[in-house]
């Protein structure tokens, strides 16, 4: 697995396991007898893309480097339900102490995986690339763009330091599109490529005209965007189209793509994308 920042991955982790810990479990210090030596497995609750293994495994060797997981999937593989995931073997009370943490992490990367897995689905033999946005989980954009990459995504802007998007709060305060992509592109220099955010026949022209890479069309409809797009192309064959918004789902993302669109954001891969199911079972 390529971390983006291994070192901040065991970081957030030691916080997560900090946040749920506090000053220790309760509870299996008042049941469970010490040093007592268990089993569980994590097994699919439905169809799934599986991901978050590894984080998940690093969340018990936080806690006690000698538990061990030994996984029976990868990160990436598709597994139905009833799947047997991976098992852990080592002691009962790190075990329950890491169980929540790395189920919620598994559970919610899981879930951006699979969620992402669907759109790309839904666009296949288009030019379309579905990519993030960045409404992600505060915390966890890292490995929220480690799960979208196994469900076949592709990472978009990571931070407000990895490229230029101009949107419409920008424009307004800046004094219109003109004036914001000409300041830009004076600042930034040719290695970055400017994105701009439009919304109408007049914003396009303009946008295209200062020399945009790249127009961003949110929250308009199909039909909307087609109009935009065809539009866009007359004035520029070299500009890239990006759409997103509430009316991009699943079930629309192909009639996107048809329309024209290079580039599908969609927000609800990170932060809202439905947690799959697992279950961590002693045997």
Same mark, same amino acid.
């Given at each position: 697995?390529?971390?983006?920042?291994?070192?901040?991955?065991?970081?957030?982790?030691?916080?997560?396991?900090?946040?749920?810990?506090?000053?220790?479990?309760?509870?299996?210090?008042?049941?469970?007898?010490?040093?007592?030596?268990?089993?569980?497995?994590? *097994? &699919?609750?439905?169809?799934?893309?599986?991901?978050? $293994?590894? +984080?998940? %495994?690093? !969340?018990? #060797?936080? /806690?006690?480097?000698?538990?061990?997981?030994?996984?029976?999937?990868?990160?990436?593989?598709?597994?139905?339900?009833?799947?047997? *995931? &991976?098992?852990?073997?080592?002691?009962?009370?790190? $075990?329950? +102490?890491? %169980?929540? !943490?790395? #189920?919620? /992490?598994?559970?919610?990367?899981?879930?951006?995986?699979?969620?992402?897995?669907?759109?790309?689905?839904?666009?296949?033999?288009?030019? &379309?690339?579905?990519?993030?946005?960045?409404?992600?989980?505060?915390?966890?954009?890292?490995?929220?763009?480690?799960?979208?990459?196994?469900?076949?995504?592709?990472?978009?802007?990571?931070?407000?330091?990895?490229?230029?998007?101009?949107?419409?709060?920008?424009?307004?305060?800046?004094?219109?599109?003109?004036?914001?992509?000409?300041?830009?592109?004076?600042?930034?220099?040719?290695?970055?490529?400017?994105?701009?955010?439009?919304?109408?026949?007049?914003?396009?022209?303009?946008?295209?005209?200062?020399?945009?890479?790249?127009?961003?069309?949110?929250?308009?409809?199909?039909?909307?965007?087609?109009?935009?797009?065809?539009?866009?192309?007359?004035?520029?064959?070299?500009?890239?189209?990006?759409?997103?918004?509430?009316?991009?789902?699943?079930?629309?993302?192909?009639?996107?793509?048809?329309?024209?669109?290079?580039?599908?954001?969609?927000?609800?891969?990170?932060?809202?994308?439905?947690?799959?199911?697992?279950?961590?079972?002693?045997?």
């Amino acid at each position: 697995m390529n971390w983006t920042d291994e070192g901040a991955l065991y970081s957030q982790i030691s916080l997560f396991l900090r946040e749920d810990l506090g000053r220790g479990d309760l509870s299996s210090q008042a049941v469970i007898a010490r040093n007592t030596r268990a089993r569980a497995r994590f *097994i &699919a609750g439905e169809q799934m893309i599986v991901a978050g $293994l590894e +984080a998940a %495994e690093e !969340v018990f #060797l936080t /806690l006690d480097s000698q538990q061990q997981l030994e996984a029976f999937v990868s990160d990436g593989e598709q597994v139905e339900a009833g799947k047997l *995931i &991976a098992r852990m073997v080592g002691f009962a009370d790190v $075990l329950l +102490a890491g %169980e929540r !943490v790395a #189920l919620n /992490l598994i559970q919610h990367l899981s879930g951006v995986a699979t969620l992402t897995n669907q759109f790309v689905r839904a666009v296949e033999e288009t030019t &379309a690339q579905i990519v993030d946005s960045r409404e992600a989980t505060p915390g966890l954009r890292m490995l929220e763009r480690y799960a979208l990459v196994l469900g076949g995504g592709s990472i978009g802007r990571f931070g407000l330091d990895d490229g230029v998007v101009i949107t419409s709060n920008h424009c307004v305060m800046s004094g219109g599109i003109v004036a914001a992509v000409k300041t830009a592109k004076e600042k930034v220099g040719h290695l970055h490529k400017i994105g701009v955010q439009v919304s109408d026949e007049s914003e396009v022209k303009h946008a295209v005209e200062q020399g945009a890479d790249t127009l961003i069309f949110e929250d308009l409809s199909v039909d909307d965007a087609r109009k935009l797009i065809e539009q866009a192309r007359q004035l520029s064959d070299r500009v890239s189209i990006e759409c997103g918004g509430q009316h991009l789902t699943v079930d629309s993302a192909r009639a996107f793509a048809e329309a024209g669109a290079d580039l599908l954001s969609i927000s609800t891969l990170s932060c809202r994308a439905p947690q799959v199911t697992f279950k961590l079972s002693p045997f």
